[in-house]
DNA sequence: TGATCCATGTCAGCGACGTGTCAGCTTCGG
DNA sequence: CCGAAGCTGACACGTCGCTGACATGGATCA
C-alpha cells in the first residue's frame, strides 16, 4: 500500500518512513504543502500521513482542500500542537485520527492499521445484469443508469431474480420468497408481477422459461 | 443517533449524558459490564463511549467480545490510564479512538462525530444533500443557504436521514433512532414528524418508498 | 401563581398507491 | 392445429401515508 508522508523534519520524516517500510507500506516523502496538494490531489494513496507544523501551506486548509475536492483517503495528522482545541479542528476538518508529538512509533503504526482498516469497510455490494443495476444497501434499482421506483413485492421479486440471474428460478421459489408463505394460490398474482416489472425494467429483462420458471440473464440478449 | 454510554461514575455519566443529548443524541446510560455486554450486542447503537475502568468485566474483553460477535459500531474508549501501550491495546482491539480522562467536553463531542463519521463513510463533518446542509458540531441545518430552526425531535430525524442520504431508512429504524426504545407505538406520530420537517426544508426534501420508509435524496431530483 | 408559548402526540378524513382478481388474448410446443 | 401456459388491461378494494385541527404538557416569564 502506498502512503504519503507529509513532514518537513528531515529526522522525523526519516523515522517514520523507515518504521512505515520495515512494516510494508511503499512509503512517498514530501515536505512542503504546495508539493502535498498536488501529489494528494491527483494520485491515490492508501492513506496520508500528515504533519500540521508545515511551511508554506496550513495543514488544516490542505485538508480541508482535499476533502472538498472529494478525496477520500484515510488522513493521519500529526502535530506539535496538542491543545484540545486544535484537535477538535483537526479532526472536524475531515482527518480520520489525530496524533501529538511525541509519540511511539508502534502508536502511530497501530492508528495506521486501525484508519486503513476502516476506510477499506466501505465496499457497497453492487449486483449488475446487463444493463441493470441492484445496490442491495441503497435498495435501489437503476436501467441504463436512471434510477427505477418498486413496489415492495416488485422490489423482492427483482432482488432475488438478480441474486440468482443466469440462472432458472421456478415459479414455487419465487412465490416462496416474495410472498411470505403459507397458502399456496391458484391466481396469476404472479405472472402479473412478472408483468409489472418487465414494463418498468424493459422487455428482454426477465425471460420466460415455459413450464419451468424464469431466469434474469446475466448479459443483454 | 443512539449512543450507549458505558461509564460507572454516576457524575461523569450523568455530565457527559447532557452534553451527548444537548448535541442531539439520544443516550443510553448502562453502568456494569454485564448489562452492557448485553446491551451493545443485541440492540443497534450509532456509535459507544466505553469507559475501560468497569467493575464487573474488563472493558478490553467487553470489547474484543463484541467486535468478535460482528458488531461493528463505533466505539470511543475512555480510560485514566494513558499509557502508550495501553492505547495501542485499545486501538487495536477495536476500539475506533482513545480519549484519556480528564477531558474536555468538546474534544469527547469532537472524536465521537469523527468515528460516527468515519463509520458511515463520509469524509467530512458538514453533510451536504441537494440545497440542504448540516453541520453536526454547530447543530445547524440550512436550505439555500438559509438557516432552519428545529426542534430536537426533527433535529434528530433530519441528521439520521442525512448520514444515510441516498439510502431507504425503514419507519421502524427511525423510530428507534428518533424516539427511544420503548413501546412500539401504533401511532402516526412519525408520519406527523415528517410532515413537519417537509414543511420546513421544502417538499423533495424527503422521498417516500411506500411499504419501505424514507429517503433523503442526495442530489435534487 | 397564572398566562403563554412551543414541542409533541392524537385523531379523523381523504386521496393515492399497491396488489389481487378476472376475462380475454397471445404464444409456445408437440 | 390444438391445448395449455403465460400475458395484459381493466377494475376493485384495502391500506398506507398525508394533512389540518385539536389536545396535552412542560418550560418560561411576569
New binding site residues.
Partial sequence: MRVLLVEDDRRIAADIAKALEASGYLVERVSNGEEAWFRGDTEDYGAVILDLGLPGMDGLALLKRWRANGRRMPILILTARASWAERVDGIDAGADDYLPKPFRMEELLARLRSIVRRSSGHASSVITAGEITLDERRMKVTVHGVPI?L????YRLVTHLMRHRGRVVS?HELDENV?GHGEE?D???L??????V??KLGPGAIE?R????YMMPEAPA
Wanted: glycine share 12%; no cysteine.
Fill in positions: 421506483a413496489s415492495p413485492l416488485e415459479q410472498y394460490h391466481s396469476n398474482a405472472e402479473v408481477l412478472v408483468g409489472r418487465r414494463k420466460t415455459r413450464g419451468f420458471g
